[in-house]
């Protein structure tokens, strides 16, 4: 047996190949249609086509592009315009990038109609009928049949281009609320012409799409279909609706595969993106629902598949023919190359927290990932940290991810690192976080970067905070500072109240509970300046504890710095559960504070209220960075360095970026 079999054998049903309108795939691996933000000024740039480049070489079979401008309305930026041939020449360098890999390139057709998930509503938009979407509530353009047919053209002649220049197929985007969506949808079609009414007029724009497209590319030429299994909407395609919709759509076998993707754009747009506080693969059962009604077309899976056992288990039940993964190959475009080589222990792990989507969607900013500061880097496939010309002393103050991040990294270059941490375990912050409902997940960054760091040689001295002197005792040459932040005491707490720990800030209230956890009758309450993930899965555990929790913020809501898909679930968690919301109010201090009753009073009118039996007050806030050993170590003639909290605070992302930074810079 040679080294590739023996290699091929450790997940032999995901690496097996297989083949899509006469085109052969290596194995079952998809990288599904992930928006990047790499296009500029509507053209093919060189970082578009090294980010997908990257996922081939890491061993996906196929690759699903991100939404192409096929049609002239299709105008953003950040679109690669295909509706005329101004692209042609960067098309044929992208496919040839991808293809020339062993890796079949499909270009995705697809276009939002009224669907916006960002402030404001689109005066732009097109769709079936004049009804809001669920979101922004834009009412859209309702499209007449000749403007349709001039779509339909549209879209044909832009698959006909891409085919051209050398992409193996398209897949047309009908779930996650898009147009095509909206026109199978009878929640948001209610037309009574050619292209509405009954099953056969709501999916026949698809179907004609379909048709054309095979007509006008052949059959070599993969058509692909995502198509919604469950919108989530009253009214809309839910898993029976599905099932008629996959009947209707695959009984002419026109198209190559299936995929079926959850959610709309509505409240039910976080089943898009689904994160650590559901199960992993949440799909899989409606997935194998829904497989029966495709008349034997091939059926993608989708959803949150983080694992290669996982992956390779689906394959082997039958529960589809492939698998397609988005988040986690922006994690680690190597996943399954790292693992046909039995190295799936080396792989980052995508922790599902959607940063990606809140880059791109929230921020208008290229993809990014917590766990891979190398997003679409020429080297960022298995990427290895270079020696470094000479080996210099360097000590990482703070074991949580950024100074991990600089600790591995810096090791790997072949410095004597030690990593000084005032904790017994590495993780910081996150580490807790880590511990919190919906964070597991988490654990995987530090894992990696602890692991990374003792192969790399790094030695850890935890349990103790370092002084300056001992610090300078180690002879560093080099000091990267990850010592952290502490939140900021909110101005309405008394000095001594907050000496004497009466109101601890969330985090000390959350290591205490952890250790001590016991239920208790009274209320908690958690007043909210921070907006972020960690605070409501806090008031989550919590809620087990306490007979009440209640957060409080002087804003007009609660997580309002957190993407929209993560807070659609954060909102929809803290009513199931039962969570009292107090807003546009604050703590309003007084001695009543001792028989267990807060008073609060409204941020604009002074109104007061309060809440009685309360046994636990935190607060969750802005953080300051504890930076406090930058001066005497700069004094003693150290170089110091400053990253994550201790430079500036943040979240996970700047964390493992500045971490990553500092270490390849020494």
Known sequence: MNETMHLDS?????????????????????????????GQNNRVTERLIQYHANRARGGAALIVTEPLGVAPHQNA????????????????????AVESQDCRLLAQLQDPGRGRHVPGRNPDAIGA????????????????????????????????????????GVEISAGHGHLFHQFLSPWSNHRDDHYGGDLAGRTRLVAELVTALRAGCGRQFIIGLKLPGNDGVAGGVGPAEAERIAMQLTRSREVDYVCFAQGSHARSLE??????????????????????????????????????????AIIERGDAELVALGRPLVTDPAWLEKARRGRAHDIRYCISCNTCWDTIVTQHKPIACDNNPRVGAPDEVDWRPARAPSRRRVAVIGAGIAGLEAAWVAAARGHDVIVFSASREVGGKTRLHASLPGGEAL??????????????????????TASAGDVTAAKPDVVVLASGSEMIAPSWLPAEIRAAGLVPDLRS???????????????????????TEATYASAELMRRLFSRVILMTPRESFAQDTALVTRQGI?????????????????????????????????????????????????????????????PLRAAGIDVRLVGDCLNARGILAATADGHAAGNAI
């Open 10 to 38: 450790l997940y032999p049903c995901l690496l097996a190949p297989f083949e899509l309108a006469g085109k052969r795939l290596r194995n079952r691996l998809v990288h599904a249609s992930m928006t990047t933000l790499m």
């Open 77 to 96: 930026p950040a679109r690669v315009r295909v509706w005329n041939d101004d692209n042609a020449e960067g098309l044929r360098r992208w496919a040839d």
């Open 129 to 168: 009928c004049a009804l809001p979407d669920d979101i922004s509530w834009t009412v859209p353009h309702v499209l007449s049949i000749d403007e349709i047919r001039r779509l339909l053209d549209d879209f044909v002649a832009a698959a006909q281009r891409v085919q051209r220049s050398g992409f193996s």
């Open 271 to 312: 089943l898009h993106v689904p994160d650590g506080h559901g199960p992993r693969a949440p799909y899989l059962p409606l997935i194998r629902q829904l497989r029966g009604a495709t008349y034997g077309v091939p059926v993608v899976a989708l959803g949150r598949i983080t694992d290669p056992a996982e992956a390779d």
């Open 443 to 464: 654990s995987s960054i530090y894992d990696y970067q602890h692991a990374a760091a003792l192969r790399a040689g790094a030695r850890f001295e935890l349990g103790h």
């Open 509 to 531: 209230a959350m290591h205490t509970l952890l250790r001590h956890a016991a239920p208790n009758r009274g209320a908690a309450v958690i007043f909210d300046m921070d907006h």
């Open 571 to 631: 909102v929809r968690r803290i009513h199931e559960h039962a969570i009292e919301t107090l807003v546009f109010t604050e703590p309003h201090w007084t001695e009543r504070f001792e028989d267990g009753v807060l008073e609060y009073r409204n941020v604009y009118t002074g109104v007061l209220g309060a809440i009685e039996d309360v046994a636990l007050l935190a607060y969750s806030t802005p953080r300051a960075p504890v930076d406090g050993l930058a001066v």
